[in-house]
């Protein structure tokens, strides 16, 4: 008996017997002691026994194995209310037939795990563990406020076969959002309930005109800048067309290595490794028409890695255009057209204080989340989300200078020493390296 005492470690119960098994602990318990007044009038030991009931409920796991409790709970009536009662359990959540710690234990390991392997491990329904998971993201959202960007972006992410927008902090590289679509009105009712949005400066976005007339619309002080990352990749693109054009006039072992060569034609050429450098010398003397297009891409991204104001920077990408062979103008066209539509909110990346207006690091999420809902054997759309905003330890706070006040108590003032956090939203570095070490332990348990 003295081994199951404290089996537990909960002190409002005695343990009456354990049995154990390969993957379960059996616990028989009872109340430690009597209550001491009666929970409906107040009356103190005025109360007698009025029978009971046996009740089943779960705990947290315990050395690697599930923990059921199987508590003989009595039944009480007052003598001066003549209502009757059964004992009071503090520990534990009786809706849901578990203790109150087996709840938090869900709650946060279910952000950083796989509703099936919780449901393994604790011996509970899946269903369940869901119900709890959305409680505590209601909880979750409601208790945590993220700063809203002074340079606000604005993304997408295919997620379950639909295109969500993404709303990050563009220099803190963090997701403050991820909107349940893109639709113009949905984008629109974020924008204009944004706490202190005058605070926004600029809105970085991708060429989509729905974004632009949310911002316009609910932002006009911003002044909005066309990601640099959507813009240049129009170039790779143009040269992606030539490459699978010269790719059909191939033979199969050609095609195959010019195939798998894309990879660095597509790279700066300041970037390639020697080998890669004579893979890329290979092909463009080979195939000139893929050289010259080569070099139309490198010259066009070289505009938006200097710092040359937007006059200059027009001026520059009028003269690459002009020095534009026809033959590779169709190639080009769709690029110069988005350079036309857009003008005026590319060029705004020219007169930025700095040149890191970009959300190509959302990109990447992309890809883990195909990998984080695969693991997770179908979850919602709002299951993503939580993941992604609120899992433990992935919130870049600033601590900002301590702030002194004096709250007047009596004949003495109190000073209160403030140290106020801003919250900049769910670090993407940090969520990256969280989400890979979940896929790595559900491939593990497999």
């Not at 209310?81 to 709840?103: Q, V």
């Not at 937007?310 to 590779?328: I, L």
Request: glycine content about 4%; hydrophobic content about 35%.
């Amino acid at each position: 008996m003295s081994d199951n005492v404290n089996i537990l470690n909960i002190e409002e119960l005695n343990i009456l017997k354990v049995d154990e098994t390969d993957i379960d602990y059996h616990i028989t318990a009872e109340m430690a002691s009597p209550p001491s007044y009666c929970p409906q009038c107040g009356c103190v030991a005025n109360l007698q026994g009025y029978g009971g009931k046996e009740q089943l409920f779960l705990d947290t796991p315990s050395h690697g194995k599930r923990v059921g409790v199987k508590l003989h709970r009595k039944r009480y009536r007052c003598k001066e209310c003549s209502r009757t009662f059964l004992e009071p359990l503090k520990f534990m959540d009786e809706s849901r037939a578990m203790t109150t710690r087996l709840i938090e234990y869900i709650e946060k390991q279910s952000l950083k795990r796989t509703f099936t392997s919780l449901s393994d491990e604790i011996g509970l329904d899946e269903k369940t563990i869901r119900n709890v998971f959305k409680d505590y993201a209601r909880e979750l959202e409601k208790h945590t406020h993220f700063t809203t960007p002074k340079w606000l972006g604005i993304d997408e992410a295919h997620l379950l076969h639909n295109y969500r927008c993404v709303i990050s902090n563009v220099r803190e590289r963090t997701i403050v959002e991820i909107l349940k679509n893109r639709n113009k009105p949905t984008v629109i009712d974020y924008l204009k309930q944004l706490p202190n949005k005058e605070y926004v400066e600029i809105v970085c976005m991708d060429m989509w005109p729905t974004y632009r007339d949310s911002a316009k619309l609910a932002l006009p002080h911003a002044k909005i800048v066309i990601d640099k990352f959507h813009v240049v990749k129009g170039a790779n693109i143009a040269l992606e067309k030539i490459r699978k054009e010269i790719r059909r006039t191939l033979t199969d072992t050609q095609r195959k290595t010019l195939m798998h060569d894309r990879y660095t034609l597509l790279k700066r050429k300041a970037k390639l490794k020697p080998f890669q450098l004579l893979k890329l010398e290979s092909w463009t003397l080979n195939f000139p028409q893929l050289g010259l297009a080569h070099r139309l891409k490198e010259e066009f991204f070289d505009i938006f890695d200097t710092s040359v104001d937007r006059y200059e920077a027009m001026n520059r990408y009028q003269e690459w255009k002009g020095q534009t062979p026809s033959s590779m103008k169709p190639y080009f066209a769709d690029l110069n057209t988005s350079m036309k539509n857009w003008e005026k909110e590319i060029f705004n990346y020219f007169d930025l204080p700095d040149k890191r207006a970009t959300n190509a690091y959302t990109e990447t999420l992309n890809g883990l989340i195909k990998i984080m809902n695969r693991n997770g054997r179908g979850y919602s759309f709002d299951v993503l989300r939580t993941k992604v905003l609120f899992t433990e330890g992935v919130h870049k706070v600033k601590k900002l200078n301590y702030r002194r006040r004096h709250i007047d108590q009596g004949f003495l003032p109190i000073l209160i020493i403030d140290e106020p956090e801003l919250n900049l939203g769910a670090d993407v570095s940090t969520l990256i390296q969280k989400l890979l070490e979940e896929n790595k332990q559900s491939l593990s348990t497999r």
